[in-house]
């Protein structure tokens, strides 16, 4: 069964860390591009993120840039999103698929994850 996994979300100040996990089961992240997004309530979903399968190569919404970073480690199967210098706009739900990931921008297909909550609040 083709599955992500979430993890790593949870309460922090203004200004604090977290690290999100994207684990895949069920199939290879190696020949895949992996996307965050993010949806808060009453606001439409925002793509977040990107890494390519083929390079590397990376995508961030102009409302992350500098702050997040995302990597893979293929080994253990897992894509990871580094949040530094976290915002209380920030705050929202947010959850990893398989994705085309495009130099200026994300569009996602096939497999979603259940999401993660991220709540920056002090």
């Known amino acids: 069964q083709v599955q992500l996994v979430e993890s790593g979300g949870g309460l922090v100040q203004p200004g604090g860390s977290l690290r999100l996990s994207c684990a895949a089961s069920?199939?290879?992240?190696?020949?895949?591009?992996i996307g965050w997004f993010r949806q808060a309530p009453g606001k439409e979903r925002e793509g977040v993120s990107c890494?390519?399968?083929?390079?590397?190569?990376?995508y961030y919404a102009d409302s992350v840039k500098g702050r997040f970073t995302i990597s893979r480690d293929n080994a253990k199967n897992t894509v990871y999103l580094q949040m530094n210098s976290l915002k209380p706009e920030d705050t929202a739900v947010y959850y990893c698929?398989?994705?085309?990931?495009?130099?200026?921008?994300?569009?996602?297909?096939?497999?979603w994850g259940q999401g993660t909550q991220v709540t920056v609040s002090s």
């Open positions: 069920g199939f290879t992240l190696d020949y895949y591009a």
């Open positions: 698929a398989t994705v085309i990931c495009y130099l200026v921008g994300v569009r996602p297909f096939g497999s």
């Open positions: 890494i390519s399968s083929s390079d590397g190569s990376t």
